[in-house]
């Protein structure tokens, strides 16, 4: 094993020193706590291949985030909403990611977090692509309404900052080539009080399609001087991940799809950022192995060993992608109803199959095609809101949770 030293200092998010500089990038009805706690762990494990301890007892390996919560669902303590905050005793710093278009009622929901002593780290969603988001206003779409976006950093700043709690931003370029926003968006949430900024080399028109441009990570980061700049998209690799900092110079990354069906990035990632070559390259029983602890973490999450099946089957092919399993045998996994009926089919398996290498490697989930980006009625007509668009938005909080 070769040991060189860390390629970047530790991360410094408010209070918290996050020791590998990595995020998990919120992920609707990915990221909960089953499967934070595996990325979690494998995050330790990179750590401790690399022979790097924390750094001390505010330390963190990396840093997990919830999938995005609704402000307005949160203040209206739906059951999905406050489940989803929910937070297992080995989560530190304990993440949320936040979703609104209203300043009054993220900030009610910044305020409900910290009375009710319920995270220690708010995110704040500016970046969602998907339509039923940016048609009312949220999402990547906000940022193009200046004073409205800073009125939601603002709002969040004010309720988290007496509890120490720090707010960060996660953004794209913009809603198109035409309309981006994330210098001007990056500068304002630096100058209300953000603790960092992380952008998404994308704009919303491209959704996950086409590559990610990192020449404007790079960009950012010299707009952004004062706090962390974040890098996100494309990272399917530890070595992606090195590429970004050196092409951009951001102060650490932030991962989304790489790590679906492979929680075991987090090794790589944490051991390449502490300077060591380690990489996890599983059998496809070391694969299985994980798969089934995913589900029994899942059933344990959603207290319900049919609907955690349920759940982990989504997962199953991004787990076993590049393997020899078969049509037909992939078809019957992602009908699993039960724990027994998962371990049946996984003793089918040739489970010595070694890692496939590229053909499990490189991109992962969809990434669509490019398209016009769903919009409040004039929305790009002004950068600030006309009285019709500011009753609209007033009432267009999402009342639902998880994206």
């Known amino acids: 094993m070769t040991v060189t030293a860390p390629l970047l200092p530790p991360l410094q998010i408010g209070p918290h020193t996050i020791d590998s500089p990595v ?11 089953a499967f934070r706690r ?4 494998y995050g330790e494990d990179g750590l401790a291949a690399a022979g790097s301890p924390s750094r001390g007892a505010s330390g963190s ?7 995005m919560i609704t402000s307005r669902a949160l203040v209206e303590r739906t059951p999905i909403s406050m489940k989803l905050i929910e937070h297992g005793p080995e989560e530190t710093p304990r993440s949320i990611q936040l979703y609104g278009v209203d300043p009054g009622t993220v900030g009610a929901a910044v305020r409900m977090l910290v009375e009710e002593d319920r995270a220690d780290h708010i995110d704040l969603n500016f970046g969602c692509p998907v339509p039923k988001v940016t048609r009312k206003g949220g999402g990547a779409a906000l940022p193009w309404k200046a004073d409205l976006f800073r009125g939601i950093v603002r709002a969040a700043v004010r309720e988290a900052t007496p509890a120490g709690i720090p707010v960060t931003v996660k ?26 900024v992380a952008l998404h080399a994308r704009t919303a028109a491209q959704a ?44 650490g990354v932030v991962v989304g799809r790489g790590c679906l069906g492979r929680p075991w990035l987090f090794t ?22 994980v798969l089934r602890r995913h589900a029994e973490l899942l059933a344990d999450f959603h207290e319900d060993e049919g609907r955690g099946c349920r759940d982990i089957r989504k997962h199953i092919a991004w787990y076993t992608k590049g393997f020899r399993v078969g049509g037909e045998l992939r078809h019957r996994l992602g009908l699993v109803d039960s724990l027994a009926d998962l371990d049946a089919l ?23 095609s490019p398209r016009v980006v769903a919009l409040p009625d004039r929305w790009l007509v002004s950068r600030e809101l006309d009285g019709a668009q500011q009753a609209e938005v007033a009432q267009a909080e999402l009342s639902v949770s998880g994206g």
């Open 61 to 67: 390996g990396c840093l997990f985030v919830s999938e």
């Open 268 to 289: 790589d990632l944490a051991a390449a950022f502490a300077g060591s070559r380690v990489r996890v390259e599983p059998t496809l029983r070391e694969v299985c192995r």
């Open 171 to 196: 953004m794209r370029v913009g809603i198109d080539a035409d309309h981006e926003t994330f210098l001007d968006a990056g500068r304002a949430a630096e100058q209300e009080g953000a603790a960092a």
């Open 38 to 41: 595996l990325c979690r762990e």
């Open 208 to 251: 996950y399609s086409g590559q990610a441009d990192w020449s404007r990570i790079a960009e950012l980061k010299e707009a952004v001087t004062s706090i962390p700049v974040l890098g996100n998209g494309d990272i399917w690799s530890a070595d992606d991940a090195l590429a970004m900092v050196e092409q951009t110079g951001c102060d």
């Open 346 to 368: 996984i003793d089918t398996l040739d489970l010595d199959q070694p890692w496939p290498g590229e053909a499990a490697d490189g991109q992962r989930g969809r990434a669509g």
């Open 23 to 33: 995020v998990l990038a919120p992920m609707a009805g990915i990221t909960n706590r």
